[in-house]
Structure formats: C-alpha cells, structure tokens
C-alpha cells in the first residue's frame, strides 16, 4: 500500500492526539457508562483523534478482556466522528492479535507502546515493531519512543520493511535529542507527535514535530486545541500563554517520575463530577490535602 493511502491516517496524528483515561465503577470494574460520557465529551470538545489503550488509559494494568472492551466502546462511540489510534503491546503474539482486533473493528492504527523488557537491542526493536507492523499491513503504525539510545537510522530501517509505519509518538524529554533523531530518520517521511503532551509541545514543533498526545485534554479539550491552534500558526508566544496556563497540572502529574501522571487527571474529572477518581495499583489516588489544587485547576479551565 502506498503512501498516499495513509494520506488520512497522516492528518489525524498532526492534531490533538488524546489519549482517553478508563473509568472505574465502584466494584473496580470498568464503568462503560462513564467512559462513552467522556468520550462524547472529548468528541463535542472538537476532539477528532482519539487512543484507546494508552498510558492515560491505564494499559498496563488492564487485561486482555478490558483493552478489547475499550477498543469496541470506543470505535462504537466515536462513529466516524474521530480516527482512532489504538494501543498495542506486550509479547508479539498479544500485540499481533490486539492489532488484528482493532482491524476488524475498523480501527485506522496502532500505536506501539515501548517493549516492555529489561533487555532491548537496537535490531531487536526493529524485528518487534516488524512482527507487529507487517501483521496489520492495511493499518497505519506509529511506535511510541521512549528510549533515549534508539538512533533514527532503526525508525528509517523499520519503515523500509513496512511502509505502513506512518508516524511517531516521540516521548524522549530531549528536544535537541528529537530534533536529531527525526532527521536521522526521515523529516518528512514521517508524522512526528510530541509524546510528552503539551508541556513539551512548544520545543517540539519548533524542531518539527506537528501532532501531540494530551492526557490533560479529557479534562479541558479548549485548552488542548488552543495549544495547536496557536503552534500550527507559528504564534510561539500564544502556545507559551498555553503553556503557562497548563503549566503547575502538568508540574503535578510529572512529580516523583510521573507517578501521578493518571492519578491527577482522574482527580481533576472526579472534582468536575465526571468520574471517579479511583486508579488502579501500582497508581494510586492523590492524598487528601493534594486534592483541592487539582479540583482549584479544573475549575479554573471551565470558565
């Protein structure tokens, strides 16, 4: 399949990429009720891309069961109203299948979340994201990077073997390391999204990135689409007012190694009264006396 097939697949990741969060009810079950709500939310707040399975959405502590759930919900809620990007991973065999699931629900993409080993090789990465890619060869493909030390080259060796590969979900807090690992692989061969949302989407448009992820969009969608606005303008000065308005949320989720990254956006929809704000172990809720600077931020955004 040619590039030119992809052509949409290219458009939805230079956008707002949101990354939904997965409710859960009172028994620990997931509260589907709640989850079509934010997504109708994040639809009707002009959200046109949307991930299902991603970080913000707890993947690693749900089962195989619960990611297919929120893969159907998701796809039967947004209809043809959003593309959806859904998360894969974990052994080859479970990501292949995931993948496949996702085809024949009419999913567009897969976004690869990083192998998840104590011993990654550089070819080794390839051949995952290979297996993976190359199983679903009608989907767009974009591997999400967090390792530091993958050069471009492997991305620009990766995509020669599947031209499926369409974009990347860049999550290295390096933006002069980005800038280098895009060109070595290929400015314009691929959608570059700043995986990091919108605290470093300023730097990474700046070397070239045109997309980026948001967890913070489940709780303020204007926020999310004023950053782009402004940074698909050029208007830096505009993104950075974003920037600051964000600034102290972003500060929170990103403490003590992110370790409240879901937990946070989960309090901030629970003070809004849209969820609850339970997450799932080894996350945990936000302390009571932490709790009021969240919901004060949240409220602040509804104005």
């Given at each position: 399949m040619?590039?030119?097939?992809?052509?949409?697949?290219?458009?939805?990741?230079?956008?707002?990429?949101?990354?939904?969060?997965?409710?859960?009810?009172e028994?620990?079950?997931?509260?589907?009720?709640?989850?079509?709500?934010?997504?109708?939310?994040?639809?009707?707040?002009?959200?046109?891309?949307?991930?299902?399975?991603?970080?913000?959405?707890?993947?690693?502590?749900?089962?195989?069961?619960?990611?297919?759930?929120?893969?159907?919900?998701?796809?039967?809620?947004?209809?043809?109203?959003?593309?959806?990007?859904?998360?894969?991973?974990?052994?080859?065999?479970?990501?292949?299948?995931?993948a496949?699931?996702?085809?024949?629900?009419?999913?567009?993409?897969?976004?690869v979340?990083?192998?998840?080993?104590?011993?990654?090789?550089?070819?080794?990465?390839?051949?995952?994201?290979?297996?993976?890619?190359?199983?679903?060869?009608e989907?767009?493909?974009?591997?999400?990077?967090?390792?530091?030390?993958?050069?471009?080259?492997?991305?620009?060796?990766?995509?020669?073997?599947?031209?499926?590969?369409?974009?990347?979900?860049y999550?290295?807090?390096?933006a002069?390391r980005?800038?280098?690992?895009?060109?070595?692989?290929?400015?314009e061969?691929?959608?570059?999204?700043?995986?990091?949302?919108?605290?470093?989407?300023?730097?990474?448009?700046?070397?070239?990135?045109?997309?980026?992820?948001?967890?913070?969009?489940?709780?303020?969608?204007?926020?999310?689409?004023?950053?782009?606005?402004?940074?698909?303008?050029?208007?830096?000065?505009?993104?950075?007012?974003?920037?600051?308005?964000?600034?102290?949320?972003?500060?929170?989720?990103?403490?003590?190694?992110?370790?409240?990254n879901?937990?946070?956006?989960?309090?901030a929809?629970?003070?809004?009264?849209?969820?609850?704000?339970?997450?799932?172990?080894?996350?945990?809720?936000?302390?009571?006396?932490?709790?009021?600077?969240?919901?004060?931020?949240?409220?602040?955004?509804?104005?």
């Amino acid at each position: 399949m040619s590039s030119v097939a992809f052509e949409t697949q290219r458009a939805a990741l230079a956008d707002v990429v949101a990354i939904p969060v997965t409710p859960f009810a009172e028994d620990g079950t997931i509260d589907r009720a709640a989850h079509r709500a934010l997504l109708r939310r994040l639809l009707d707040g002009g959200i046109t891309t949307l991930t299902p399975n991603g970080n913000t959405g707890e993947f690693y502590a749900l089962t195989p069961e619960e990611r297919r759930l929120l893969t159907e919900s998701t796809i039967e809620e947004a209809g043809d109203r959003s593309t959806i990007l859904v998360g894969v991973g974990h052994d080859v065999p479970t990501a292949v299948a995931s993948a496949r699931h996702a085809r024949e629900l009419g999913a567009q993409m897969v976004m690869v979340h990083q192998p998840v080993h104590p011993y990654v090789s550089q070819g080794g990465w390839v051949d995952y994201h290979r297996a993976i890619a190359a199983a679903v060869p009608e989907l767009g493909v974009v591997p999400y990077i967090r390792n530091a030390q993958l050069p471009g080259e492997r991305l620009a060796e990766l995509a020669d073997a599947c031209p499926n590969v369409v974009g990347v979900k860049y999550a290295v807090p390096d933006a002069a390391r980005f800038a280098a690992f895009a060109r070595d692989a290929g400015l314009e061969r691929f959608v570059w999204v700043a995986g990091l949302a919108e605290p470093y989407a300023p730097s990474y448009f700046s070397a070239g990135a045109t997309g980026f992820t948001s967890g913070l969009v489940n709780v303020a969608p204007a926020v999310s689409l004023n950053m782009i606005e402004a940074l698909r303008s050029g208007d830096y000065p505009a993104a950075m007012k974003v920037w600051e308005q964000i600034r102290r949320f972003e500060e929170l989720r990103a403490a003590n190694g992110s370790a409240n990254n879901v937990t946070v956006v989960k309090e901030a929809l629970a003070s809004l009264g849209l969820c609850r704000r339970e997450v799932r172990p080894p996350s945990r809720p936000l302390p009571e006396d932490e709790r009021s600077e969240v919901a004060a931020i949240a409220a602040g955004w509804s104005i």
